[in-house]
């Protein structure tokens, strides 16, 4: 089993910006989308953000413009940068492929935004 390592989650207050980091396994990065996910307390696992297969980035309505994807190749790193960040947001998030190998989910990272 290779499973993603998240990090960067935390409290903020909202309007706050985190900055999420997966290590992605080498034998997934390759050949595979890089997505994000979240599950706020409570609920199902979404999809927030991912590449397509094409490079193209896709967003989640309610995070369309305050979030964004990316991914450095060379360290088998993926990013998800949060700015203007709400209550809404909270929850754990996580990194995955598109669609995600169940195999791969990791321990997520926390990230919690008080009002």
């Known amino acids: 089993q290779v499973r993603m390592v998240e990090s960067g989650g935390g409290l903020v207050q909202a309007g706050g910006s985190l900055r999420l980091s997966c290590a992605v396994p080498?034998?997934?990065?390759?050949?595979?989308?890089l997505a994000w996910y979240r599950q706020p307390p409570g609920n199902q696992r979404d999809l927030v953000a991912r590449?397509?297969?094409?490079?193209?980035?896709e967003y989640a309505d309610s995070v369309k413009g305050r979030f964004t994807i990316s991914r450095d190749n060379a360290e088998n790193t993926g990013f998800l940068q949060m700015n203007n960040l709400k209550p809404e947001d909270t929850g754990v998030y996580y990194c995955?492929?598109?669609?995600?190998?169940?195999?791969?989910w990791g321990q997520g990272t926390q990230v919690t935004v008080s009002s």
């Open positions: 995955n492929t598109f669609p995600p190998l169940k195999s791969s």
């Open positions: 080498r034998s997934l990065f390759r050949g595979n989308t």
């Open positions: 590449f397509t297969k094409f490079g193209n980035t």
